[in-house]
């Protein structure tokens, strides 16, 4: 039976029997249709309802979507046993901290695949075809097509770092749209992926960058893939290769592709994630000053069907842990 589970109000961390439902407290929003869901298995206990301020004593359980859970968060919780994370990015939560507790992480990998592989392929075509240049130009004045250039992504070579959901997803698209090539790398995968995708499977790093056209990265923010992308590695890239990071922030090391850029090297960047979210003119000024870098606010599942799912998947994956733990 899981330690610390509480009836409907969360008044005291006891053990209840396997026809009570467990008492869950929700840091962040979440879409509606998970809300509904989540209470018909849980007490759901959201902000600003009484008692949540009372979280840290008495939550067992949390679902939490863009919260930081620090070391001293979780030390200042000490029933918790399940965190359910809306999204597959762990890097917001001290996992350290939860594994020395035996606190489970139960995040929701693929929910959000396929709307994060097309904003990869959106992203991709607007710097492509330089879409931010010429919508900029074209508000002060009338835009030439004589002075507009661009890239044809047929053929060309994508490579593909980090061999998960998301990025199968997006060798699939850009084989059925562009006939690419593909160049894929994941040291953790078995040798076996991807059966259904002609791909080259490679072990080395450099030769992804060295090869692609269009580099997507799709590894978490992690120490060893901090900074992974920075000036040595940008400046292997093609002369003319675009750079893709749907990712997490922290992986491309900002700086060095401004100074890369600035030096007239690679085509554009679509970013989606930034090691500041979300970014502000204060901070990338410089690095948008470049035309062709396109850059959101990490609007990857930002689709009614991603939030839904995801949200679906964290309630489900982490009330399934919670009744495993009585049984």
Request: hydrophobic share 40%.
């Amino acid at each position: 039976m899981a330690p610390g589970l509480t009836h409907d109000g969360g008044h005291s961390p006891t053990k209840v029997g396997p026809r009570s439902k467990p008492t869950v407290y929700v840091l962040d929003s979440f879409n509606e249709k998970a809300i509904e869901h989540a209470r018909t298995l849980f007490h759901v206990v959201l902000p600003g309802d009484e008692g949540f301020a009372d979280w840290r004593q008495k939550a067992s359980a949390l679902l939490i979507r863009g919260s930081y859970l620090t070391a001293e968060d979780i030390a200042s919780c000490p029933n918790l046993v399940a965190i359910g994370k809306h999204g597959v990015g762990i890097d917001r939560i001290d996992q350290s901290a939860c594994s020395k507790r035996g606190i489970k992480i139960c995040n929701t990998p693929g929910a959000n695949a396929r709307d994060v592989a097309e904003l990869v392929l959106a992203l991709s075509m607007t710097v492509a075809r330089g879409i931010r240049s010429i919508t900029t130009r074209q508000m002060t004045k009338p835009v030439p097509k004589e002075t507009c250039n661009g890239i044809t992504l047929y053929k060309k070579t994508l490579g593909v770092i980090g061999m998960g959901n998301i990025g199968r997803t997006v060798a699939e698209i850009f084989r059925g749209a562009f006939d690419a090539e593909v160049v894929a790398l994941d040291v953790f995968m078995p040798d076996d992926a991807w059966p259904l995708i002609p791909h080259d499977r490679v072990q080395d790093v450099q030769e992804v960058i060295q090869r692609a056209d269009v580099l997507s990265i799709h590894v978490p923010l992690t120490h060893e893939t901090r900074n992974m992308i920075s000036y040595k590695e940008l400046r292997m890239m093609k002369p003319d290769a675009i750079l893709i990071n749907a990712a997490r922030g922290g992986i491309v090391n900002e700086a060095d592709l401004t100074k890369v850029l600035a030096e007239g090297h690679l085509w554009g960047a679509g970013l989606d994630c930034h090691e500041q979210e979300p970014p502000t003119l204060e901070k990338y000024g410089m690095l948008w000053a470049n035309l062709n870098v396109v850059s959101t606010p990490h609007i990857g599942a930002a689709t009614t069907q991603a939030q839904t799912a995801s949200g679906m998947a964290a309630v489900n994956h982490l009330y399934n842990y919670l009744m495993g733990m009585q049984s």
